[in-house]
């Protein structure tokens, strides 16, 4: 079952001179199992959108339904979990463990049940044992992105959401929350990534929605989102046309580091045999 948006519009501060129209008509459904990428600028709507999945937000008009149920009632937060831009503001108990305790005790988990959904998650997330017990707020961004996920994760959600996850991640975290999301998907998680930069993150993606002013200004698959929009390519595309331009006979339809591996021992294997 999807996430179906019909006709959603929403402003803020309705009524006041304040007014800011955030989104309009918006109509798009994301089926269980994709993954899915929403870019655009920021200030588009990004995340104003993905609030309204799981009822924190309320749609000025139109409606929002998960699983044949409207986004705002109380069980559908626990099928779409949501990790925000700035994690810290997602934790707020004395340990990690608790933190990830938090979410499924409200839902009535308790005992040996919860430990086991707990230790779970905090695995799953890739959060080393030794800082179970640790104050979340003495980790490192890194390690406060993986506990709020694993957070999100003890929820057992069918749709995680994730605004702008990889911003402030170094080089090696980045990768490692990419695999992490790759994996979750693997078995069986819809995955929802928002991110002003989905350029690097293309190849992961079943479907790429873009907004532009509150608008969904692009629907399709990542091969047409490259031709048909002037956005950025990612590196390993661009650096394949470049490889291209040179001379060099490989694809240049390639979003991925592992397929332009491929696509380049496959070219300097047959200039060996040439
Ligand atoms: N709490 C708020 N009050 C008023 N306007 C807001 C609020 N949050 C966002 N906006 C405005 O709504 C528009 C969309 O914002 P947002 O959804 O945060 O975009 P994005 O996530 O793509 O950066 C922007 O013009 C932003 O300034
Ligand atoms: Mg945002």
Redesign the pocket.
């Known amino acids: 079952m999807p996430i179906d948006v019909k006709g959603v519009s929403f402003s803020?501060?309705t009524g006041t001179t304040?007014e800011?129209v955030?989104l309009e008509n918006i109509n798009l459904s994301i089926g269980k199992g994709e993954f899915i990428l929403i870019g655009?600028e920021?200030?588009?709507?990004?995340?104003?959108?993905i609030r309204h999945f799981n009822g924190l937000l309320k749609p000025s008009t139109g409606q929002v339904i998960v699983d044949g149920m409207p986004a705002h009632e109380k069980h559908v937060k626990t099928k779409v979990g949501i990790l925000f831009q700035f994690p810290q503001n997602q934790l707020f108990a004395k340990t990690v463990y608790e933190d990830v305790a938090f979410g499924p005790s409200n839902f009535g988990i308790k005992g040996k049940q919860l430990d086991k959904r707990v230790i779970h998650a905090l695995q799953l997330a890739g959060v080393r044992e030794e800082l179970y017990d640790r104050s979340p707020f003495t980790l490192s961004g890194g390690e406060m992105r993986l506990v709020a996920i694993a957070g999100v994760l003890a929820m057992q959600p069918d749709y995680l959401l994730l605004d702008e996850p990889l911003s402030g991640l170094d080089p090696e975290n980045k990768n490692s929350l990419l695999l992490l999301l790759k994996t979750l998907h693997s078995q069986g998680i819809s995955v929802v990534i928002?991110s002003?930069r989905i350029a690097d993150m293309l190849f992961l993606a079943d479907r790429v929605f873009l907004?532009q002013d509150?608008r969904v200004s692009f629907k399709g698959k990542p091969d047409d989102y490259i031709y048909s929009t002037s956005s950025p390519l990612p590196d390993i595309t661009s650096l394949m046309k470049d490889l291209r331009q040179k001379g060099i006979d490989v694809r240049d339809d390639v979003f991925s580091i592992e397929d332009a591996f491929d696509e380049i021992t496959r070219v300097q294997k047959e200039r060996m045999v040439r």
């Open positions: 803020y501060n304040l800011k955030a655009g920021i200030g588009s709507g990004k995340s104003t959108l928002v002003h907004m509150g």
